[in-house]
């Protein structure tokens, strides 16, 4: 390669929980700059999710990360032609790429739901991860799935 590799941004900790990983999320989260609105999204949806989930004994916060962790993939399958075919070859994600890809299927999941407001939506699919169902937790099972399907190629990684 011919240029340098881009520095890594330093992303600041958010106002409220003082937590680098709410600052990423609330990034992925936001559209045309409007990153205020971000957070109230955010912090409204972790309101709801500490109004609906009482009874456990762990915060919203807490429960936000747990949920973030259950659909935190651990490979994915990436295309790789070899002579003239394509193979779906599984490759384990790097840490800071696995962290942004459940953070944008979580997001992306929760704009398509059903529901009054983004805040709403936000919270269901944070509780639905939780608890191991919704679609960014089915997406995170069919990409494990597909590698497993496809381990027979493992040895074309790159």
């Keep these: 390669m011919r240029k340098a590799k881009p520095k890594k941004r330093l992303v600041l900790p958010d106002p409220v929980y003082g937590d680098q990983k709410v600052s990423k999320f609330v990034n992925h989260l936001m ?3 409007k990153k205020n609105i971000s ?22 916060l807490e429960i936000w990360k747990d949920a973030l962790a259950k659909i935190t993939p651990q490979v994915e399958v990436k295309s790789r032609r070899i002579g003239g075919a394509t193979f779906q070859v599984p490759t384990e994600i790097r840490p800071d790429r696995k962290e942004s890809v459940s953070m944008k299927n979580m997001i992306g999941y929760a704009r398509k739901r059903g529901g009054k407001t983004m ?3 936000l919270a269901a699919e944070i509780m639905d991860a939780y608890n191991e169902q919704g679609g960014a937790f089915k997406r995170k099972e ?3 799935r597909m590698a497993e399907a496809n381990r027979a190629f493992a040895h074309f990684r790159f």
């Design 31 to 33: 559209y045309d700059g």
């Design 39 to 60: 957070y109230e999204i955010f912090y409204s949806a972790l309101a709801i999710v500490g109004e609906k989930m009482k009874d456990s004994e762990k915060s919203a």
């Design 119 to 121: 805040a709403d939506k």
């Design 142 to 144: 069919d990409m494990h």
